[in-house]
Every structure is written in C-alpha cells, then in structure tokens.
C-alpha cells in the first residue's frame, strides 16, 4: 500500500482544513486508517483512527470535537477534517494503514505510511 497526503498548508487560528490521503492497491477496504503528527523535537502523536468499514472511530482527546476523520473505499482514500485550528496543532501529518479490523492508536502497529505534509497554523 503507498499512501500520499496532500491538503496541508497555512491557515490562521480559528481556521480549517482538511487533509487527504490517497491510498494505492485494491485492499484499501480492509486497512484500518490512522491520523498521526510530528511536530518540530516532538514524538510522533495519536490524532485520529478509523476502521475498514468506516463504522467506527477514535480521536485524541486534544483533536476531540475538532477534527474528524473519515473514508471513501470507493475512492481509497481518508480525509482529516481540521476545524478551529490552533497553533499547538502546527506539525506535519501523516497517514497510516494497518491491515485489521479495529481501531490503532499505537503509531507501532501500522504498517504503510504516507510522506507527510505540512500545516502551519499562524496565531
């Protein structure tokens, strides 16, 4: 599975994006998707995940409420949705797969991962 991630960029606090990452291969239906960031000297970070199906969903606490993630199988891709944005979520992103069937917070258990890309949030 190769993923690409595009949608990152500059926004302002308070602003929104949405991030998506095309997946390569005819199995994309049965990876479970994960959201993850790395900002500037810190560990990469939990943001969101979502099942094969779609059916079910997990957020960090500091995302909760704000982002959302979702898929289009139809498509081989998963979307990020970033509302109210604030600078603390400044860091590249990237996307994950992981062949299963629950939900993976752990950056460990994924198997394929995206390049990354960029979002800046400016105070």
């Known amino acids: 599975v190769q993923l690409v991630e595009s949608g990152g960029g500059l926004v302002q606090a308070g602003g929104s994006l949405r991030l998506s990452c095309a997946a390569s291969?005819?199995?994309?239906?049965?990876?479970?998707m994960g959201w993850f960031r790395q900002a500037p000297g810190k560990e990469r970070e939990f943001v969101a995940t979502?099942?094969?199906?779609?059916?079910?969903?997990y957020y960090a606490d500091s995302v909760k409420g704000r982002f959302t993630i979702s898929r289009d199988n139809a498509k081989n891709t998963v979307y990020l949705q970033m509302n109210s944005l604030k600078p603390e979520d400044a860091a590249v992103y990237y996307c994950?797969?992981?062949?299963?069937?629950?939900?993976?917070?752990?950056?460990?258990?994924?198997?394929?991962w995206g390049q990354g890309t960029q979002v800046t949030v400016s105070s």
């Open positions: 979502i099942t094969w199906s779609g059916a079910n969903t």
């Open positions: 291969g005819r199995t994309f239906s049965t990876y479970a």
């Open positions: 994950a797969a992981k062949f299963g069937l629950s939900v993976y917070i752990d950056y460990e258990n994924y198997n394929y």
